[in-house]
């Protein structure tokens, strides 16, 4: 009877619970996540990404390591995260460059261009709550995991563009050797494993946070207290999970 | 007439035509009721007849849900819509995926000398990856596979050289006057970055020979290598004048033709070149490439 099964489950997990909380609680205070045991449970976990961008050097490492890791082509048109430098001039005009995508390097701002202020700013997918991608995609090749993260079925992908037509983001692009949609998974293969995401692990100045929404042993949960917190496009109303702190106004 | 009336008639008309062709419909029913009542009376009458339009209408229907299950089957993965409206197994294949960055962690297991000095110095946050690139396969199998070691200046000046677009307070330098010709490691250990003492024995007051020779490729060469000062010359610099080379002889010891030294250095015969002139009278020392 499943009506059994379920008073069963409960009064096993009753009985776990202290007991749990009794081995953990002492060596790990504070760290829920050391007290999961067992296979990998994707509803446990709402994954995001924090950006504090004030902290964002331009060195391109991130976009380096996500190559590396997620094999993306090396070609400088192939990106699941780049850096983009903003150069705000004093008459107002907004300058935005990204040479092969800030990996190599940023060169120094032109001579004689009055700027006001300059800052960096990395991108990547927003792995949005309510995504557009998802939404156009014919075949259902593209979809959002119970964690959170916006993933492509390259199996199942046909190549028809749409979701790099509909994302806000720019974050998506074909590519050639498979002509399926790519983009950036959060190193999908990485975190499910316990591990950071490839920019996250190598970015020296900790521009960029991982962690989970809703957990408050999230660095993340620390990062959105501390400051003020806002995204790309609000009001494209997709509901990112990629959370960008100090934003300047002139970001899109 | 008005266009309402217009309406009204082709309505009127539309009822009547639908009801002229629900007689056809109802009749076979009124009949087959017909054929239930009688035979419950005990008469015996002939079965009413499906239309054969009708059965070739369901024979038609039934093929194309056959087709319809069958091609749903064969074309549509099994895992699909297991979980949401995609391949449930698409999440394995992705969890599968090659890993190439093993994370501090891993590095620190081994390295933990290492680890322990970085862990206090300003490079604490810096991951062992960075700078070594993906390792993963190295901590698989240290002795098939060695993680990138960094030599040169480029990778340390993609963080630390200067942009105007980095945050205010992080630390950069110019490349073109900082040490130009020395790689970073020279004076910085990047486990422990701190900036070094600056030596100002010799630069203190020869600030203008230090800066051109730090560009030169005598640059690795300390002052005292071909001058012998006294100490004293800190004190009273006029009094204990520092010593200079004044044989050739002593350039030769690295740049005669049988010099066990520095293999970059250039080599020339010294019973040839130059003939009665001191190496210096012709070439600057403190910036010897230069014309």
């Known amino acids: 009877m499943p009506k059994d099964w379920k008073r069963r489950e409960f009064l096993a997990k009753f009985i776990k619970l202290p007991c749990a909380a009794m081995v953990f609680g002492v060596g790990a205070a504070g760290d829920g996540e050391a007290a999961e045991e067992g296979p990998y449970q994707a509803e446990d976990h709402l994954y995001a990404m924090g950006i504090q961008v004030d902290r964002c050097i331009g060195c391109g490492l991130c976009a380096e390591a996500c190559k590396n890791e997620n094999d993306v082509l090396k070609e400088p048109f192939f990106f699941r995260t780049w850096i983009e430098r903003y150069s705000i001039r004093v008459d107002g005009e907004v300058d935005v460059d990204s040479p092969g995508g800030g990996i190599g390097g940023f060169p120094p701002l032109a001579e004689g261009s009055e700027v006001m202020r300059s800052f960096f700013v990395p991108k990547l997918c927003n792995q949005c709550d309510k995504p557009p991608c998802v939404q156009v995609c014919p075949v259902g090749a593209t979809f959002k995991t119970e964690d959170g993260v916006i993933l492509v079925d390259e199996s199942y992908c046909i190549g028809c563009r749409y979701c790099v037509q509909a994302c806000p983001y720019g974050a998506r692009y074909i590519d050639p050797r498979t002509l399926t949609a790519d983009k950036c998974t959060f190193c999908y293969h990485r975190i499910i494993k316990g591990l950071q995401p490839a920019c996250v692990e190598v970015c020296p100045t900790q521009t960029r946070v991982f962690g989970e929404l809703g957990r408050r042993s999230s660095p993340l949960h620390r990062m959105k207290r501390q400051s003020s917190i806002q995204v790309l496009k609000p009001a494209m109303n997709t509901e990112p999970k990629v959370l960008y702190s100090n934003l300047d106004g002139e970001v899109r | 007439m008005k266009p309402g009336e217009k309406w009204i008639g082709r309505c009127s008309r539309a009822v009547r035509s639908i009801s002229t062709n629900l007689v056809f419909i109802q009749e076979p029913l009124f009949r087959l009721i017909l054929v239930f009542s009688t035979n419950s009376l005990g008469m015996r009458m002939r079965i009413w007849k499906i239309p054969d339009q009708v059965i070739r209408l369901a024979i038609l229907i039934v093929i194309a849900l056959a087709v319809l299950i069958v091609v749903r089957l064969q074309f549509i993965p099994a895992s699909f819509g297991e979980i949401g409206h995609y391949r449930a197994d698409a999440l394995k294949e992705e969890a599968a995926l090659t890993l190439h960055y093993a994370g501090m962690q891993a590095c620190v297991m081994c390295h933990d000398d290492i680890g322990m000095i970085k862990a206090a110095s300003y490079h604490r ?167």
């Open chain 2, 125 to 291: 946050n810096l991951a062992c990856e960075s700078c070594h690139g993906p390792s993963l396969e190295h901590v698989d199998d240290p002795g098939e596979f060695s993680p990138v070691v960094v030599t040169g200046r480029t990778l340390c000046v993609r963080c630390h050289g200067y942009l105007a677009s980095r945050p205010t307070g992080f630390p950069q330098i110019i490349e073109a006057i900082h040490n130009p010709m020395a790689p970073c490691t020279e004076c910085h250990d990047p486990h422990d970055p701190t900036p070094p003492e600056v030596p100002e024995d010799c630069s203190a007051c020869h600030a203008e020979i230090a800066r051109t020779k730090a560009v030169s490729h005598h640059w690795s060469l300390s002052c005292e290598t071909c001058h012998e000062a006294a100490p004293e010359h800190r004190q009273s610099p006029r009094a204990f004048l520092p010593k200079k080379p004044t044989e050739r002889e002593f350039c030769g010891q690295c740049h005669g033709q049988g010099s066990q030294r520095s293999a970059s250095a250039p080599r020339v015969d010294l019973s040839e070149h130059g003939g009665r002139y001191l190496c210096w009278q012709c070439h600057y020392p403190h910036h010897p490439e230069g014309r």
